[in-house]
């Protein structure tokens, strides 16, 4: 298994009965196995182009595939991102009353037995450098130590495409540290497709490619030429 390729041509997406163009006429292709930032201001559609690929939201036109899936027309998103995404948030979004163990353990409730869950668990936990915390719920951890436990959770169903939306911004300087050493540990891994939204400049860098996003339009793309289109010529369907 590869990670997803990730396809998008002509997306749109707006809010507010059309005002608000979130995404004007979006058009990218992620290689399977490739470590990509979206960079660019708040407000530009970073976070919108993430939610569609997690199928969080649907375009208002235009077509999205991820793998096979045909996103813009999905029947069951929620069994997409079962099987194929893992989610890591800038607030880590762990339940509070459930332990570090429980927490990397609930995207398989339903899918593996539980010994085999508590078993995947524990060696996500111990590869992130948490498996002493196991035990420990959220409010006991460190906010770097909780977005590690998120990464762990992330990763496991074995998904092909990993979205990470500002896992560090969040953090102090030192924790920021060790979340991203986390991240970058995961560009080895050619099964996995990794999109990144970040404001952090030197995070981005450290990224293959960087696609920087700017009032719902593509205006850079080191992987390949861009052609901006106009706000003004989109009338939303």
Not at 2 to 21: L, Q, Y
Request: charged fraction near 25%; glycine fraction near 8%; proline fraction near 5%.
């Amino acid at each position: 298994m590869s990670g997803a390729e990730v396809v998008a041509e002509h997306v749109r997406r707006s809010f507010e009965n059309g005002r608000i163009h979130a995404l004007v006429d979006v058009s990218l292709r992620i290689a399977p196995g490739e470590f990509v930032a979206l960079t660019g201001p708040s407000g530009g559609g970073k976070s919108t182009l993430l939610n569609l690929l997690g199928a969080l939201d649907r375009p208002d036109s235009g077509e999205l595939r991820v793998g096979e899936e045909r996103l813009d027309r999905l029947d069951d998103p929620a069994a997409y991102r079962a099987r194929t995404v893992g989610f890591v948030f800038q607030f880590h979004n762990l339940i509070p009353t459930l332990s570090a163990l429980e927490n990397v353990e609930v995207p398989m409730l339903g899918l593996r037995p539980r010994r085999e869950r508590e078993e995947r668990a524990r060696g996500l936990l111990r590869d992130v450098g948490l498996v002493a915390r196991e035990r420990s719920r959220p409010g006991t951890l460190s906010g770097g130590e909780r977005q590690r436990v998120a990464i762990a959770r992330a990763l496991a169903n074995e998904p092909q495409l990993l979205l990470a939306d500002e896992p560090t911004g969040s953090l102090d300087s030192a924790n920021a540290a060790l979340v991203a050493e986390q991240l970058f540990r995961l560009r080895a891994n050619p099964r996995m497709t990794i999109v990144l939204v970040t404001h952090d400049e030197t995070l981005a860098a450290r990224c293959a490619r960087q696609v920087r996003i700017k009032d719902g339009a593509i205006i850079e793309d080191t992987g390949r030429t861009v052609v901006t289109p106009s706000v003004a010529a989109w009338r939303a369907p």
